[in-house]
């Protein structure tokens, strides 16, 4: 199974800064999963400034994450569990979307997540395995 998705973060009261530490954690963390390209959306409002380091505003919260064969969709939706838990209840979200088809996941228990993300994935043909 391949299959992209956009991915979008976000944590309750968090500044630009902070978005774009947790932005850097989940991307390394998916770049070193095994099935998933990981690659930063180019930012809507243009490069950074000459001298400057920090992600454009469109680059702390977006990635596009290619989900190739049978293991890698496990291993990303076991990677944003991973991160939601780490936030505070309520405090962190996950927005997926797969050609225009949006899904957001924040205040919902495990089982509630993974019900949401199984009619969302069957809508676009796609079969968690693990």
């Known amino acids: 199974m391949n299959a992209s998705l956009r991915l979008s973060l976000d944590e309750v ?3 630009r800064a902070r978005l774009e530490v947790l932005h850097r954690q989940l991307r390394d963390e998916l770049w070193h999963a095994d099935a998933l390209e990981v690659a930063v959306l180019p930012a ?3 490069a950074a400034p000459d001298g400057t380091r ?3 505003p469109a680059e702390i919260g977006a990635l596009t994450v290619a989900v190739l064969g049978s293991g890698g969709l496990p291993t990303l939706l076991a ?3 991973g991160w939601l838990r780490r936030g505070a209840p309520s405090e962190r979200s996950v927005r997926l979307e797969i050609d225009g088809d949006v899904i957001v996941l924040e205040d919902a228990d495990d ?6 993300l199984q009619v969302f994935l069957d809508r676009h043909g796609i079969q968690v395995s693990a």
């Open 79 to 81: 990677s944003l569990r």
């Open 111 to 116: 089982l509630e997540r993974h019900q949401l």
């Open 54 to 56: 920090a992600l454009g």
């Open 13 to 15: 009261g968090a500044d």
């Open 44 to 46: 809507e409002s243009g």
